[in-house]
């Protein structure tokens, strides 16, 4: 694990990007932004990070399709992927789970719970939910 730890977080929403950075920021850890899958491959072609804020509804190739990519990936498929999403009916949740993330937060996510969830799985104890 990098020191302090470093999350990489995927979301094309410039201003809910800018929101969680500077939360997590705040709180201490290092922080790379990706507007999209495209943008987090240029990331994680230099660096690996220790968790991955995956938005789901992203422009060209979305947040599950990327996901799927990472996990079939040697070099990724360990970094746990907790998604993003508005969309919060169960069938969603089930959908992220089975294209490999490993958590889910639902939007809009209060301060709280984000940090709560994030505490969680850098700890290596999981999602709440799970
Ligand atoms: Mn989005």
Redesign the pocket.
């Known amino acids: 694990m990098s020191n302090p730890p470093l999350i990489l977080i995927v979301?094309?929403?410039a201003g809910s990007l800018m929101l969680a950075t500077v939360m997590l920021e705040t709180e201490g850890f290092q922080v790379a932004g990706a507007g999209s899958a495209e943008e987090a491959r240029d990331v994680l072609a230099t660096k690996t990070p220790d968790l991955i804020l995956m938005?789901i509804?992203?422009p060209g190739m979305d947040g599950l399709e990327f996901t799927r990519e990472l996990k079939a990936d040697a070099d990724t498929a360990a970094i746990p992927v907790i998604a993003l999403t508005a969309q919060v009916m169960p069938i969603y949740e089930r959908a992220a789970r089975a294209a490999g993330c490993e958590g889910f937060i639902a939007k809009p996510w209060t301060p709280e719970a984000f940090s709560r969830e994030i505490h969680a799985f850098l700890a290596g104890i999981g999602a709440e939910n799970e």
């Open positions: 979301e094309d929403n938005d509804q992203l």
